[in-house]
């Protein structure tokens, strides 16, 4: 990378134009849609705004989005640190294995690791079943098409995210400061939490923000696994597109995800310094 | 500082991929051909319909046979959906000839997304059942939810038979599996019915009172949005019962899966065929609909699948029938349940808000 960019004129101009094609596909793929869907919400005043705020389950389904989001950023981080610390301390070996471990996980089509939460988790799926056999219970207990069946599927999809943002930042920080700390005295676990984990915050911040967006659009692992009975914002857009034929209030409910979204960056931007991490700002929020 | 910058690099990037992703849609190649002049049809017509059993039975039954007697090259695209299809319309830019829609796609006068059915090329005086020829539809194959059931938790003998059983899980214990995504079309009728109210007085349909006959039961209830579902839910044991469509019923206890149905009390529904306006073929696109829903042809469908014609005059071969919807059809109490599709396109939006409200509850 570094020696392309400080080849001649020809190679940066080369990587220029690869970099504007890019930016063409962006504005094609993502901002024209966005555009419309935008203008769409708009087709008849504010009143398909008004149409969404008043749908009982549309408030639901805000609700059960947060109370989700929330939920699946705080469990990926609680995972997905000690992972990614594990990949960042160890040995090559264990190393590559943690990352070999994630990397399978993560390629694997967000469907197939939908349904196979399904079949662990289905009344006869894998737990219940080897619990009723082993006699411990004798009705099968209610794990699908709970919130927490959700939460648990949304986790293990997401959670790579969360790892690989602090794996970076972990990595980019010298074993040497703990060393160096510990040699001045502090323990091992003072040493931790008073060097490396502060210096690997903004790789938690990033990876849990963009884990907690994320999820705000999910839609087929809380409809296969959480069911029609918690729906997510999601379903409620689906709804009004698929069943209703109503683009003008599912582009509206689109649209207020979208700006809740934008809220949400904006405030970690200004306040939690993450617009460094996530190169929304320059100069400002440096330390 | 360097190790930084990558981060924010990495970061980004996969955020930006991540958005990038779920905003990519994919367009399917245009599918018109040379558009026809006068009644000499040519070129290709798209028909746009669900993928799955149904599209490939549509492509055997009708598509091909059709391609080798015209030379008219009929398609199948199994990327169907309303949405998409209005977005064609109203954007311009449509490459399907001939949709496959349900009832709830507004088929009348009104709607001028859609080409007009043309009588003359179209037999419209044979459809003189419970489904009727609209302006801009024709009734393609009919259908019906029935009560299907488990066949290891309850044999033939002392099975679920109506939607009164359905609603029983005392008697019947087990869960259900039941499609909450179209407001209890037709299923709300069937929970009035199995209630004592009278067939011809279901309408103003009374959704709140359905609401409360399914209440004891809905702990016991799998709410599902798609057919495959409740077949997966039925075969597998998680529900014992299941409103399931019945071409797929007999389809997995073909294959030797654990499922079995009552024709009794079948909620009937059509899918029916039209022609997007702004289509590149109109003309080959009518003589499609001609062929598959003509008296000669339409029952062709029940060979592939147990669907029955949407064309009353059709016949289905012996070895179909006994799979088939319309060839099933009981009396009295057990007479098929036929909702009022023009009461539920008046009426959707608030019915579903109401369900959903309750399904989320």
Redesign the interface.
């Known amino acids: 990378m570094g020696r392309v960019l400080t080849n001649q004129g020809g190679g940066r101009r080369w990587w220029i134009s690869v970099g504007l094609l890019g930016l063409l ?2 504005l094609l ?2 901002v024209v ?2 555009a419309v869907v935008v203008q769409r919400s708009l087709d008849a005043g504010f009143d398909n705004f008004a149409d969404a705020l008043a ?3 549309f408030i ?2 805000l609700g059960n989005t947060a109370v989700l989001a929330v939920g699946v950023t705080l469990c990926s981080a609680v995972i997905g640190y000690p992972y990614a610390y594990a990949m960042a301390r160890s040995g090559r070996v264990v190393s590559r294995i943690l990352l070999t471990a994630l990397m399978l996980s993560f390629w694997t089509s967000l469907l197939v690791r939908s349904y196979a939460w399904q079949v662990i988790l ?3 799926g894998l737990v219940n079943e080897a619990l009723q056999f082993l006699g411990v219970i004798d009705e099968p207990l209610q794990l699908i ?1 709970t919130p927490a069946a959700t939460l648990i599927g949304m986790t293990h999809i997401l959670v790579p ?1 969360t790892i ?2 602090i794996f ?2 972990l ?2 920080i010298s074993p040497d400061l703990a060393i160096a700390a510990r040699g001045l005295g502090a323990t091992r676990t003072r040493a931790f939490w008073s060097v490396t984990f502060p210096l690997s915050l ?2 938690l911040a ?2 849990s923000l ?1 884990v907690f ?2 999820t705000l ?1 999910y839609y087929v692992t809380p ?1 296969l696994l959480g ?5 997510v914002i999601g379903q409620s857009i689906v ?1 009004q ?7 003008g209030v ?1 582009s509206a409910m689109a649209v207020i995800l979208l700006l809740i979204v934008v809220v949400i960056l904006g405030v970690a931007a200004r306040f939690l310094g993450l617009g ?4 929304l700002a320059t100069e400002r929020s440096d330390r | 500082m360097i190790r930084h910058r990558k981060a924010v690099i990495v970061t980004a990037s996969s955020l930006a991929a991540a958005l990038a992703l779920t905003a990519c849609s994919s367009d399917s190649d245009s599918g018109s051909g040379e558009s026809a002049s006068g009644s000499e049809i040519s070129g290709e017509v798209t028909f746009a319909g669900y993928g799955g059993a149904g599209g490939d039975s549509i492509t055997s039954a009708w598509l091909d046979p059709f391609s080798e007697e015209t030379g008219v090259d009929a398609i199948l695209d199994p990327s169907m959906d309303n949405s998409k299809l209005l977005q064609m319309i109203e954007s311009g830019n449509v490459t399907w000839d001939v949709v496959e829609v349900g009832l709830d796609f507004d088929l009348t006068e009104a709607n001028d997304g859609l080409v007009d059915i043309d009588c003359d090329v179209v037999d419209c005086a044979a459809f003189d059942g419970n489904w009727e020829v609209t302006a801009k539809g024709v009734p393609m194959f009919i259908y019906s939810t029935t009560v299907a059931y488990n066949t290891d938790a309850y044999s033939e003998a002392d099975a679920p038979q109506d939607w009164a059983d359905f609603f029983d899980t005392e008697a019947f214990p087990g869960k259900r599996a039941i499609n909450s995504a179209e407001g209890f079309f037709g299923l709300a009728e069937a929970a009035l019915i199995s209630d004592g109210v009278a067939r011809d007085e279901l309408y103003p349909l009374d959704i709140d009172r359905a609401l409360e006959i399914m209440e004891p039961v809905k702990d016991d209830m799998i709410f599902i949005t798609s057919g495959s579902e409740c077949i997966d839910l039925v075969t597998s044991g998680e529900a014992s019962v299941g409103a399931c469509y019945n071409g797929r019923v007999t389809l997995a206890a073909s294959e030797g899966q654990p499922i079995a149905q009552s024709w009794n009390q079948q909620i009937q529904s059509a899918d029916y065929v039209a022609i997007p306006e702004g289509s590149q073929n109109v003309d080959a696109a009518m003589a499609l609909i001609a062929y598959l829903t003509s008296t000669e042809h339409a029952g062709e469908i029940a060979d592939y699948i147990t669907y029955g014609p949407g064309n009353p005059a059709a016949e289905v071969s012996d070895e179909a029938a006994a799979d088939v919807p319309t060839a099933n059809e009981g009396d009295g109490d057990d007479a098929p349940i036929v909702a009022d599709w023009q009461w539920w396109n008046e009426n959707r939006a608030d019915v579903l808000e109401t369900v959903s409200e309750w399904v989320a509850s």
């Not at chain 1, 069911?227 to 729906?231: L, S, V």
Request: hydrophobic share 40%; aromatic share 4%.
């Open positions: 596909f962006v793929a993502l849609p966005l749908s009982a389950s639901r389904s289905n009344d006869t098409r995210f690989l943002a970076a930042q990595r980019g903004p790789g990033a990876g963009l967006v994320l659009g409809q069911g029609a009975g918690n729906p709804e597109t698929n069943a209703l034929l109503n683009t599912g460094r991490v996530l190169g």
